[in-house]
């Protein structure tokens, strides 16, 4: 089965507090990708990484980081100092080296309160 | 370079209604998938074109379809509407097969259809 687990449904924090979005996936496969996607109001989704399962290494871009972590299933994303600008949903996502097609979770919608 | 577009960007239908919804690709891409977004849900696949072709197929009843044309752009339709398929509709646009390299898929801003 394959599946993606975003237990948060919804998180509110104050304005430059750090805050992590937990995913967590079920896979068979060996060879897959991971992503996270923000979607804010205007409902397009925009990439913000992809990761492969062969590499666990944790990357960081900016206020945002992401921790990945293969013997948990796990593939969390923290934004450091959040902005209101963050408040989004936000989406994690799996796909496979053998095709396109993304799975994704339900989503977090984060609030970021000034 | 234009990005992935959709159109129209919302709908109102009723039900027992058919709809077509609209997508052109990124250019340079010749892939296109569907993602139907129902509220507080994550986009699920709906399927995939490539080469005129449906490639791949998610979980969804025959009454959705689609096409391609030969220069790229797609459409879903999707026959007898029922209250359930009110959703953003996302388009995706990727390259083809690439030998083994990924995909990068870019999607649009999407359809908003509501069925009353």
């Known amino acids: 089965a394959q599946k993606v687990t975003q237990a948060q449904t919804e998180i509110s924090v104050v304005e430059k507090e750090d805050v992590t979005l937990d995913c967590v996936y079920e896979t068979r496969d060996t060879t897959y990708y991971l992503f996270w996607y923000k979607q804010p109001p205007s409902g397009e989704l925009v990439f913000l990484i992809r990761?492969?399962?062969?590499?666990?290494q944790n990357e960081i871009s900016g206020r945002y980081s992401w921790n990945f972590q293969k013997s948990t299933s796990s593939f969390n994303f923290t934004i450091t100092a959040s902005q209101v600008v963050d408040s989004a949903v936000y989406f994690c996502a799996l796909s496979y080296f053998r095709d396109d097609k993304i799975i994704f979770g339900k989503g977090t919608r984060l609030h970021i309160l000034p | 370079d234009a990005g992935v577009t959709q159109s129209p960007t919302h709908l109102i239908k009723t039900r027992g209604q058919q709809v077509t919804l609209r997508c052109s690709p990124k250019s340079g891409h010749d892939t296109v998938s569907w993602y139907q977004q129902a509220l507080g849900q994550g986009p699920q696949f709906i399927f995939q074109?490539?080469?005129?072709?449906?490639?791949q197929r998610g979980n969804f009843p025959d009454r959705f379809s689609g096409h391609q044309f030969p220069n790229y752009s797609s459409e879903l339709n999707v026959n007898a509407l029922l209250l359930g398929d009110s959703a953003l509709y996302l388009c995706?646009?990727?390259?083809?097969?690439?030998?083994?390299?990924?995909?990068?898929?870019?999607f649009g801003p999407g359809t908003r259809l509501t069925v009353l």
């Open positions: 990761r492969n399962s062969f590499d666990e």
């Open positions: 995706a646009s990727s390259p083809g097969t690439s030998g083994g390299k990924y995909n990068e898929q870019f």
């Open positions: 074109y490539y080469e005129e072709e449906e490639r």
